[in-house]
């Protein structure tokens, strides 16, 4: 049975020097735990703070921390970017299916599991929430759970269950789960999530992401029926489409008639909408990403994003040049997942330029240093707001055409001249 305290820096005390910690994270950070850590590791020396994508995460990040505390990171956010690229945090390029099986193994040993969930049931189970992903894995192997047992965590279902019994210090604090409303997409969005809609058939099982080029797909397709979804995340534009009937994961072979995800984040309503909801399954992320998981049902469409395509289709996606600017999340787990998939497909959607126009996406050479994170021989469509274009099977010359197609006007030339093979 937990011991709770009354304060996050209580609690925080049990971490000790050389302790390897995992962080929740995504929306469900604890970040008003992070904050206690900040102050407490100031005294210690060696933390690492193993993690995914953190919200408010800059206490963790302050320069003081030095020596004292280090960022391993799976995929980088915008609080431990510009640590990352200095060499003062770490960067481990993994397939996000691939880090559970990298904890359990004990390859990376996990010292204490900082976790952020909803108070005990009358079962005694508490609930990871928003969030399961790896958290799940670094909580069957720490040696020590420091939990943030906040009321305003969302109860779900699936594999996010934690019984109380099994954590051993705790703090009740009430605080934000990190929230960001669905905003109007661009007209640049807008128009490259029409021309991913055309793609989508009735009865297609879905997986995105979050930001604005998802965000614009679903509002695409309110013509479409029987769609299901199975995804490492969704976001806010996803339970409009289940109250209207067009999601309703009929025509699933495993998890027919539920949402398959291993973490949201959204909106406040997107957080009620997962509230204790058994139509939500949140999923061991070693299970929902693996590609012969995703196979079993048919007509899997994976939607994903890109910072760089090159006219052969290599897509890079977790770096600018050398400059690492996010990871591999499950970006490859997915592509090869519908690829398998009976009737599936891969898509990579991306704006035609970046830097306000200033420099085109798809490029005639990925920028030297840059990482392939989806190789050539896995994109089937290639989607910007001026078209599509599908490659599966396609030479390197006929590719170059296609791509050069659906580039910016102001870059089309350009390619066509440095882009010859």
């Known amino acids: 049975m937990a011991v709770v305290y009354s304060t996050a820096q209580e609690a925080i005390a049990h971490i000790k020097s050389g302790d390897r910690v995992w962080c929740h994270s995504m929306a469900a950070t604890p970040y008003r735990m992070l904050e206690a850590l900040a102050e407490h590791a100031i005294e210690l020396e060696d933390v690492e703070l193993l993690q995914l994508h953190l919200e408010h995460a800059e206490a963790v990040c302050h ?15 915008h609080s431990t ?14 397939f996000l299916s691939e880090i559970p099986k990298l904890l359990r193994s004990g390859r990376q040993p996990v010292d204490v599991a900082l976790i952020q969930v909803s108070p005990p049931d ?3 189970n508490c609930s990871l929430g928003v969030s399961v992903e790896a958290t799940l894995a670094a909580c069957d192997v720490a040696k020590t759970i420091i939990a943030q047992i906040n009321p305003n965590m969302p109860r779900t279902h699936g594999d996010a269950a934690i019984p109380f ?12 789960i990190p929230n960001f409303e669905l905003s109007t997409p661009s007209e640049v969005y807008g128009d490259i999530g029409r021309h991913v809609a055309e793609l989508i058939r009735d009865g297609d099982c879905l997986q995105m992401g979050i930001g604005g080029i998802p965000d614009a797909v679903l509002m695409n397709l309110t013509g479409h029926q029987h769609l299901g979804i199975h995804t490492e995340m969704f976001s806010s534009g996803v339970p409009a489409l289940v109250e209207s009937g067009v999601i309703d994961n009929s025509r699933k072979v495993i998890h027919r008639g539920k949402i398959v995800t291993g973490f949201v984040q959204g909106s406040k309503a997107l957080y009620d909408f997962v509230d204790d909801n058994s139509e939500v399954a949140f999923l061991d ?7 012969a998981v995703i196979r079993k049902n048919p007509q899997v469409v994976s939607i994903n994003s890109a910072i760089q395509i090159d006219l052969t289709g290599q897509v890079c996606a977790d770096s600018i040049g050398d400059k690492v600017y996010s990871g591999f999340g499950g970006q490859v787990d997915f592509v ?12 990579i959607a991306l704006p035609s330029t970046a830097l306000s126009g200033q420099c085109s996406r798809i490029v005639p050479y ?26 599966h099977g396609l030479s390197l010359g006929e590719r170059r055409e296609r791509l050069i197609a659906i580039a910016h006007p102001d870059f089309r030339g350009e390619l066509e001249t440095m882009g010859r093979v």
């Open 63 to 77: 320069p003081l921390l030095e020596g004292h505390l280090r960022n391993r990171c799976y995929f980088v956010g």
């Open 81 to 94: 970017r510009k640590l990352v690229n200095e060499g003062k945090a770490d960067y481990v390029p993994i």
């Open 122 to 124: 009358q079962h005694g």
């Open 165 to 176: 019994k099994l954590i051993d210090y705790a703090v009740e604090i009430d605080s934000e």
């Open 285 to 291: 992320i070693e299970y929902v990403n693996n590609p």
């Open 336 to 347: 090869t997942g519908s690829q398998l998939s009976d009737g599936g497909r891969s898509i």
């Open 366 to 391: 990925l920028t030297q240093g840059a990482g392939v994170v989806t190789s050539r021989a896995q994109v089937d469509y290639v989607v910007t707001e001026y078209g599509v274009a599908y490659l």
